[in-house]
């Protein structure tokens, strides 16, 4: 049974930071270019960050210089650290498996201004 778990999401003042994390179980997590997406209310789910099986990273220009995706095989987890949090960063974060597409649940992150 596959299983992505995110955890790390909050609330937090502008400026400051969160970490996310993703737990992978049930995938070949090595082999797997991972993403994480959020989604606010009333818009459209928004890819932010990808890091692929060979650790090329890719970000939404929205995070670019904030946010940093990284993945530890050792553990099957994908992390992203978000740092100078803004309003427009209010959404639910989601982790994907790009390869076999699967979602985790979801954890919110709620930036006050």
């Known amino acids: 049974q596959v299983q992505l778990v995110e955890s790390g999401g909050g609330l937090v003042q502008a400026g400051g930071s969160l970490r996310l994390s993703c737990a992978a179980s049930?995938?070949?997590?090595?082999?797997?270019?991972m993403e994480w997406y959020r989604q606010a209310p009333g818009k459209q789910r928004e890819l932010v960050a990808s890091?692929?099986?060979?650790?090329?990273?890719n970000y939404a220009d929205s995070v670019k210089g904030r946010f940093t995706i990284s993945r530890d095989n050792a553990q099957n987890t994908v992390s992203l650290q978000m740092n100078s949090l803004i309003p427009e960063d209010t959404a639910v974060y989601y982790c994907?498996?790009?390869?076999?597409?699967?979602w985790g649940q979801g954890t919110q992150v709620t930036v006050s201004s």
């Open positions: 994907h498996a790009k390869s076999s597409n699967y």
């Open positions: 049930g995938i070949i997590f090595s082999i797997h270019s």
């Open positions: 890091i692929s099986s060979g650790r090329s990273t």
